[in-house]
């Protein structure tokens, strides 16, 4: 099987898939029991805590909070930050889900939105998002890498120059899609929360975290019994979470050498395609994340060819999972600037580490004759 | 070691263990993915929600929906119905808090508490609760299996006899403590809601459930992807879920031989306690689940117990887990009637299936030597 959906979800790290396994034999207490098997797996927790902060180098009193998705990350900022009414939120409705969704409830409270307008090649209209900000705007949100297209977003820059103009505006980044892929520091930054997300970056589902700034309070989503420095009530899933570091380092330890790999097959692809064929359009090449490469293909329906694939076993999407078994037009190419003839046309495929250079020239070489053959019976059938 | 904290967390069943890992391994891809690998793991997450609402004999219509937590699960249900100041909600100070916490949270928005009163046994105050229920009254909820003493509440016919009165009333049940322990069928019941919890029955922590019936709707704590059918937005943690059917099916499938063991196991603690340790005092041994064993024994610290305990590797509690890194009073321990100065003398012993005829007795002796050389060491002080 060739699978080119890591975005939508990837297999677990062989050392993280370790550590897991282990830890579900052993690490069976409840880390908030006051006995020595609870304590001690409550002072791992805390130590990874913290090492994952030194990843993102934030600030020694910053805080990390274990979430069970980076969907209830996003969901705690939004929600978490008593906005009322009046108060406007900036995001962007290339988004996902997470950050869309909470937002268009929001605005059934009186929270307004305003768009962050995005070019054709998808990245930030920088001249409308200045002008669209102003003092009432609390809450902005970026994405660091966009889960349909790749584009990625200098939130280091951005958050910098927003806060030398409006220090109290909250800035969140949903980092899902990039953390642990391509690197950033907080160091550079000025944000007040960032949501990393687990299975991503090949560790286990049903874990995921919310970075905090050392002065940022959230209302929490629950109430309970006062984990996670109460933001997040629950006994902590300990073996999750000890897979989710695993995951963690490994990425950062290979992050250069997992980029230029990926690079190297983001562009084969590309290449390939280009040459073989000549209507094939790359949007968002320019300014992407070389984990996700998202095209338009005319002609041929992309749920026909990702049926073609998939009897050659070859999986890809056409967009966010999130958003795929949701019926009508897709907002995400509005916002994308896919006009709407084309909306059925778009196909995404994503890497990892492990992606194989044979495996992708395999995917070319199959995507160009399905292609070719459909079109051919099209022709005849005109 | 021996392991006396099973109210606390329990470790994997070696069935839930095995499909946990098979599945950590092969199913990778997101649910939510319109391919193949994602339809297959999204029909079997459907096909094992029903099996759950079987094994609950719950009405073919009801849902049961996969969450991160029973904490969560709670939560979902106090937020979820959209109370509004002048309601009322019905809860004991003895449940779990997961329920007390959002209850005061709600409290600062004007929803009014009625407790619900125990008798000195731990079953609730019947004659009370009747006087007390009127129409301003919400939510109403029951612990299935109190955590801390393990009393039962006979839900079923409690909301039986609710309903015939009060049939608007939401009826929420925390079956944490009691599901896959103790048989109950929802057939018996007039209930709206309950509670599941996975790494209670030898389950993966970071899953749960909440049975809704069929006309309930709640309001979600998060908005996203549409997951769980609207209910819980996220990716679903597919291996969790598989891990945790596990666990229910070979819990429900042994239901009545493990309790007739447990049975075994918590009679033969307290005629052997009983007959060593003559202060020895068991308030809620007459209505509790007999996974639950709770006993005051005077005079010496139950923190100094757990200590001595401890350093012969018998792991025992004094509250939940959840409690048990709270500074100050016990508010549990009022709800059940232990007087202020007996608080620290509290110890909680709980089981599982898999506990040791031969472990417990160790314990017994343990325990009484660790008390009778204290109590000594004490008096030649005094």
Redesign the interface.
């Known amino acids: 099987m060739i699978?080119l959906?890591y975005a939508?979800?990837?297999?677990?790290r062989k050392r993280a898939?370790h550590v897991?396994?282990k830890s579900?034999?052993e690490d069976?207490?409840?880390p908030?029991?006051?006995?020595?098997?609870?304590t001690c797996l409550y002072e791992r927790i805390e130590m990874y805590r913290k090492e994952i902060l030194k990843y993102l180098e934030g600030h020694v009193n910053d805080r990390m909070v274990f979430t069970?998705?980076a969907?209830?990350s996003?969901?705690m900022v939004f929600f978490g930050l008593n906005l009322t009414s009046g108060d406007k939120i900036m995001f962007s409705r290339a988004d996902?889900?997470?950050i869309t969704?909470?937002a268009?409830?929001l605005k059934n409270r009186g929270i307004q939105q305003v768009e962050i307008k995005l070019k054709a090649d998808g990245s930030i209209d920088e001249e409308k998002f200045w002008t669209s900000l102003d003092s009432d705007v609390k809450l902005i949100v970026f994405s660091y890498v966009n889960n349909q297209c790749g584009t990625i977003t200098d939130f280091c820059k951005l958050s910098t120059e927003i806060k030398k103009k409006w220090s109290t505006v909250h800035i969140h980044i949903d980092a899902a899609q990039g953390f642990g892929k391509l690197p950033f520091s907080l160091k550079e930054a000025r944000i007040d929360s960032l949501s990393i997300s687990s299975?991503k970056i090949g560790g286990?589902?049903?874990?995921a975290g919310l970075y905090l700034k050392s002065n940022i309070n959230l209302t929490p989503?629950?109430?309970?019994?006062?984990?996670e420095n109460h933001f997040r009530?629950?006994?902590?899933?300990?073996?999750?979470i000890f897979g989710f570091y695993e995951a963690i380092r490994e990425s950062f330890e290979t992050i250069q050498t997992s980029l230029d790999h990926v690079q190297e097959i983001n562009k084969s692809i590309r290449d390939n395609l280009n040459q073989k064929l000549s209507e094939i359009r790359f949007p968002y090449d320019k300014v992407s994340s070389p984990y996700i490469l998202t095209f338009i293909l005319p002609h041929i329906s992309s749920d026909i060819i990702?049926r073609h694939l998939?009897t050659q076993n070859i999986?890809?999407?056409?967009t966010?999972?999130?958003?795929?078994?949701?019926k009508g037009k897709n907002p995400v190419f509005d916002a994308l600037h896919i006009p709407p003839p084309l909306h059925k046309f778009v196909l995404r495929v994503s890497f990892s580490h492990e992606t194989l250079k044979e495996d992708v020239e395999f995917f070319c070489s199959a995507i160009t004759q399905i292609y070719n053959d459909l079109k051919q019976l099209m022709k005849r059938r005109d």
């Open positions: 699978y959906d939508a979800s990837t297999p677990l898939l897991l396994e579900l034999k069976f207490a409840n908030s029991s006051a006995h020595k098997l609870g069970s998705s969907t209830e996003n969901n996902h889900a997470s969704a909470p268009d409830l299975h286990p589902k049903g874990i989503l629950m109430y309970g019994g006062g984990q009530p629950s006994t902590q899933a300990a073996p999750l990702l998939e999986i890809v999407s056409s966010s999972a999130c958003s795929s078994r949701v």
